[in-house]
């Protein structure tokens, strides 16, 4: 590592990295993780390859905090606000920049950081609610050709509001584990194993802030509920969902589990990559429309490691949405719902135009089969098979970057298990 | 009150009630109240027209208890597991029958003891999910109807699987609150308040243990899942979720509001009352399958209070539905889906086949109005109108009572609350 390299554009951090580093300063995300000597869940932020213990620096009154980070969760954090939150992420900005009043003396960081590699990840909230958008024109009109055949057509409500199931919250786990292949029902009046497993590449928006029951939340102020994203992987079953999915939408295709990444990149430190929606035609209804509807730039990739190979299979970008994450929080709540803070919104899958930036592996095939660089196949996945989403936007300088959100499908359980 | 009647069949309680009383000593639902002279959130349960505080009876050490009842939720409680839930009643019934020695004396009694009309009924479950299914056969083709005009037909998975979508836990409220209007897309292009909202009568069966990730819960096994039953009152707006349905599910439609009953009557109390399911044809696939699948005989009724009439508008029973609990809970899991404590299946809409057997406005009205008996019309829900679930099963010498599960529809908010 070059010293010349280390320097970002507007921080000298105390632990050295690259300006290709995805945690540099710019970033100070948001996680909990085992802090390997206590064995206890506390909230952290990481810096390059370092996990910073929160908890840690609230005890010695590094960070005014009020007992809200050891804890195995981000929510108590999070119900402080948002002048908290900016007062931690600067308050940490400082400690780890050098030639600073402030600045973290070696020892102090030794005591403070783990490596990452020592840090096992844990689930960064309390998630108490789950809801999924479909807001990706290109993947609703992917979908709508798999259940309705070629001539599929968008559902004619698509333009005109982000559509959302709200699907199961108990069933998310942190990024690093193993996804059971489900059993169901398939098809009419057959059992078995999904022979269609897929993945779905989202952005989870993590809510920060709570509405009244009954009191929507005005577009104008969305962006004050919304404390940060991650990345998400919404599993899904093809064949079960095409059988359950008419009349009441997705729910045992789905609800079996999803993944996200344990990183929670906040919505501050993503301003810099804020992107115009593209034109929304018809322009919506009143309550929906705002001239500074916004999504982000993030670079979005899925790799699939298959034992024998792994390689990226698809590209895609955040910006690509039709619905802003603000327009999904607003029309959530437009007729009285409440959120509560640690609730996540997943975006719905990211595809974009190209054959090579659909979200998930049904789009990307087409049906067919994708071909892998070693020549192996893959309509859906098989057993033993990793999928990995990554995701990062590129600063002058500096990379905002997502981590990974990562899981790898294991084998159904034997029949016996079942009846 | 004549003495001669208040004795029931097992109990001579030391509240004297009547055989007609909704809760006599063989009920002892659980539920959640404001304790009037400390004020504060205490678990509680209710014999005839008295609330009974758990909390001072685990003072007393008059029941056994590790900080369970001084709670503002049932959950802790419910975590104890079944041979907690049964000593707990067992426990209740002997302090409350004369002629025991460990009947509570008068003085106790007025300790213990208050009147329901002074007690502010609470939330009884910290909720973390909320899933609603479609059971009902009748309920179900009615329903088809609404979507696909007058020769719709059934949904051809509806006889191979409960039918279900997730709906939303936070906006669940206790019986006695207002329920605005929503406003929101009523059809393409169009906002305003809803023109048709509607009740569904329905049971919310009560999670009462929890199974991991991943691991279903087999039919056999279900019924130690289920803690109790409450009336669930799922208020939809008809012309949101004909606009918003196709292709991912109920969403603004369903998740404004949905209204509890207090009480939650225990799976041991209505044991009694288990009903043989309707045939199923085809006959379910082996993990629905059972000869001992049951639901349970429960009268029930709605009544509409229009501010100047108030009469019962429809009669249905809990024995009509298709599928049973059990199966409802072990198809939610069948692909690995984690139930956690305090959850709630709705049962779907309970329509039974006579004309005034529906189980919401929408069905007894067929698109037309009904005619209340002083002249009043109704075709769906006006502002003001107040909708009352009512259960109870009858046993030999007494019932058991679900109490009251009622709620009224206040106006719209003014437009300048959403844009
Ligand atoms: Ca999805
Ligand atoms: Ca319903
Ligand atoms: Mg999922
Ligand atoms: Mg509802
Ligand atoms: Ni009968």
């Known amino acids: 590592m070059e010293t010349t390299k280390q320097l970002t554009l507007r921080f000298a951090s105390i632990i050295p990295y690259e300006e290709s580093d995805p945690f540099p300063?710019?970033?100070?995300?948001?996680?909990?993780?085992?802090?390997?000597?206590?064995?206890?869940?506390?909230?952290?932020?990481?810096?390059?390859?370092?996990?910073?213990?929160?908890?840690?620096?609230?005890?010695?009154?590094?960070?005014?905090?009020?007992?809200?980070?050891r804890i195995s969760s981000l929510n108590r954090f999070i119900s402080k606000g948002k002048d908290y939150w900016l007062y931690v992420r600067k308050t940490l900005q400082q400690l780890l920049t050098r030639d600073n009043p402030n600045s973290l003396t070696p020892e102090q960081l030794a005591k403070y950081a783990f490596n990452s590699s020592d840090a096992k990840m844990h689930l960064p909230l309390k998630i108490g609610h789950f809801t999924d958008f479909s807001s990706s024109k290109n993947h609703a009109q992917n979908i709508a050709v798999m259940f309705?055949?070629?001539?599929?057509?968008?559902?004619?409500?698509?333009?005109?509001?982000?559509?959302a199931y709200h699907s199961r919250a108990s069933s998310i786990v942190v990024s690093g584990g193993q996804i059971r292949r489900p059993k169901g029902q398939l098809r009419m009046g057959e059992w078995g194993a999904t022979d269609k497993l897929d993945f779905e590449l989202e952005i989870g928006t993590i809510i920060g802030n709570?509405?009244?029951?009954?009191?929507?939340?005005?577009?104008?102020?969305?962006?004050?509920?919304?404390?940060?994203?991650?990345?998400?992987?919404?599993?899904?079953?093809?064949?079960?969902?095409?059988?359950?999915?008419?009349?009441?939408?997705?729910?045992?295709?789905?609800?079996?589990?999803?993944?996200?990444?344990?990183?929670?990149?906040?919505?501050?430190?993503?301003s810099p990559f804020k992107h115009p929606l593209p034109p929304q035609d018809p322009q919506p209804l009143p309550y929906l429309h705002s001239p500074s509807n916004f999504t982000y730039h993030i670079d979005l990739s899925v790799s699939l490691s298959t034992g024998k190979t792994e390689q990226t299979i698809l590209t895609s970008n955040f910006k690509n949405m039709y619905w802003s994450p603000t327009q999904q929080l607003t029309?959530?709540?437009?007729?009285?719902?409440?959120?509560?803070?640690?609730?996540?919104?997943?975006?719905?899958?990211?595809s974009g135009k190209g054959p090579r930036e659909c979200g998930s592996l049904f789009e990307l095939s087409g049906g067919e089969s994708i071909v892998l660089e070693n020549g192996e196949e893959r309509k859906f996945l098989h057993d033993g098979d990793i999928v990995t989403l990554r995701g990062q936007c590129k600063g002058e300088g500096y990379v905002i970057g997502f981590g990974e959100c990562t899981g790898t499908v294991i084998p159904a359980l034997d029949n016996s298990e079942y009846y």
Not at 211 to 240: C, M
Not at 332 to 350: A, E, M
């Open 331 to 350: 029309h959530h709540t437009v007729t009285g719902c409440n959120l509560q803070i640690g609730d996540i919104l997943g975006s719905g899958t990211v």
């Open 210 to 270: 709570a509405n009244k029951l009954g009191h929507p939340v005005k577009l104008q102020q969305a962006e004050d509920y919304i404390f940060g994203y991650t990345l998400l992987n919404d599993w899904s079953s093809r064949d079960i969902l095409l059988w359950e999915n008419v009349p009441l939408g997705p729910f045992n295709s789905k609800n079996f589990c999803t993944t996200i990444s344990p990183w929670i990149i906040t919505a501050i430190a993503l």
């Open 25 to 69: 300063l710019e970033n100070i995300p948001f996680g909990v993780f085992v802090n390997p000597n206590e064995q206890e869940a506390h909230c952290c932020t990481r810096v390059s390859s370092f996990v910073i213990d929160l908890a840690l620096l609230e005890n010695d009154r590094l960070i005014e905090a009020d007992n809200v980070f």
């Open 148 to 163: 309705k055949g070629k001539d599929g057509s968008l559902h004619n409500n698509f333009v005109h509001m982000p559509i």
